[in-house]
């Protein structure tokens, strides 16, 4: 693989079924233990977009020596090891993601927080209730909770302060989208090269000034999916539509670099059945199995040209790719943040970004997460 490049997300949503079928067999433990892991998430480790040299760093005068510690992440109800500095080096370098297992097994007694100092992530944000843990939402928002089970704290041995600059907030509502003409023309064209006739729907982002010239950098997330169940049927005006979930970061100028994301045409608007290989539908036909059921549906154009919430029926295991949640902080005390995407998604990775010396961020090290 390039170590230039990121994680892509491309397969994920495609292999949970997989992932909870190899569940029933056992513990997840178990199955890697055994070495089965290929077989409970193939694919994980695919391409990797196209980003700066990953694990160049940035020459010496131009980064600040690094701080013996470590800092973990909150997963759920886990921590996860990011960051382990050993006598002024980072022990926590991959090329592609590794198995949280595999970094148990190498970290040994080093891997648990023993003792470590627990800080709150809503502390990087400018208001107390503008974060992703606390943020109010309005009546039309579409944040999942379980984005607030990821990432809301780390622990760290070691003696500096982690969050050193401020970050900025923002859910957006299906009423109240940011008009930002630089995240629509790059959400248009990923999303065009599926399906032209699919809305652009921008969930939240992070904006903060990563480099200190007085100027807003973002991450953002764009998904026309959402959680939902009971919903009456009213499929899409449009045939060619799509169903997608993506990630960018925006530097200051609006150029953008691909943090991952999802497009599928998987969508028809015929019954789903056990005699074809249709995912995702949105007509139910009342003849098949049970296990065929509506909990997610997704914003398309109605036949009036407005978007409307359809409902889309499943055959079989299928789990929408939920939006990616950030951190930035300084995980290694040289005094620059690092930046931390992660899926509240069991065995999706947890990727660690570091900026080089153009503020670009390079994927660091990846560890995918337990069940």
């Known amino acids: 693989m390039n170590p230039g490049k990121t994680p892509s997300d491309s397969t994920v949503a495609e292999n949970t079924a997989k992932v909870n079928a190899s569940l029933s067999k056992g513990s997840a433990s178990e199955s890697k233990d055994s070495g089965d892991k290929d077989?409970?998430?193939p694919n994980m480790s695919e391409e990797r977009i196209n980003a700066p040299d990953a694990n160049a760093g940035l020459s010496g005068d131009d980064r600040a020596a690094l701080k013996d510690g470590a800092v973990w992440v909150k997963y759920f109800n886990t921590f996860l090891p990011?960051?382990?500095?050993?006598?002024?080096?980072?022990q926590l370098l991959n090329k592609e993601p590794e198995w949280y297992f595999e970094i148990q097994k190498r970290l040994g007694a080093n891997y648990e927080p023993n003792k470590a100092v627990i800080?709150?992530?809503?502390?990087?944000?400018?208001?107390?209730?503008?974060?992703?843990?606390?943020?109010?939402?309005?009546?039309?928002?579409?944040?999942?909770?379980?984005?607030g089970a990821s990432g809301d704290v780390i622990a760290m041995s070691g003696d500096w302060e982690p969050f050193v600059i401020k970050v900025r907030y923002e859910c957006y509502s299906l009423e109240s989208q940011p008009g930002n003409q630089s995240w629509e023309n790059y959400f248009n064209a990923k999303i065009k090269e599926v399906s032209t006739t699919t809305p652009l729907i921008i969930k939240n982002a992070w904006l903060f000034d990563i480099d200190g010239d007085g100027r807003e950098e973002s991450i953002v997330n764009a998904s026309n999916?959402?959680?939902?169940?009971?919903?009456?049927q009213s499929p899409p005006a449009r045939k060619d539509t799509a169903i997608y979930t993506l990630t960018a970061y925006f530097n200051s100028d609006g150029t953008a670099i691909d943090m991952g994301g999802h497009v599928s045409a998987s969508v028809s608007s015929e019954p789903v059945n056990s005699q074809n290989n249709i995912h995702e539908s949105y007509t139910f036909d009342e003849n098949n199995p049970k296990y065929i059921e509506q909990f997610i549906a997704a914003y398309q154009y109605d036949r009036n040209g407005n978007v409307a919430v359809c409902p889309i029926f499943n055959y079989g295991e299928y789990s929408r790719l939920p939006e990616k949640n950030i951190l930035i902080a300084d995980i290694d005390g040289d005094g620059r943040v690092e930046l931390l995407a992660m899926f509240p998604l069991i065995y999706a990775p947890i990727t660690v970004y570091?900026?080089?010396?153009?503020?670009?961020?390079?994927?660091?090290?990846?560890?995918?997460?337990?069940?």
Do not use: H
Not at 82 to 90: E, K, P
Not at 123 to 147: M, R
Not at 354 to 371: K, L, S
């Open 354 to 371: 570091q900026f080089n010396e153009n503020w670009q961020p390079c994927v660091q090290f990846a560890i995918y997460t337990p069940a």
């Open 39 to 41: 077989d409970v998430m």
């Open 119 to 147: 800080f709150d992530a809503r502390k990087i944000y400018i208001g107390s209730k503008d974060n992703i843990y606390d943020n109010p939402l309005s009546e039309g928002a579409w944040l999942y909770n379980p984005l």
């Open 82 to 90: 990011v960051s382990r500095i050993v006598d002024g080096q980072q």
């Open 225 to 232: 999916t959402v959680f939902s169940s009971g919903l009456e």
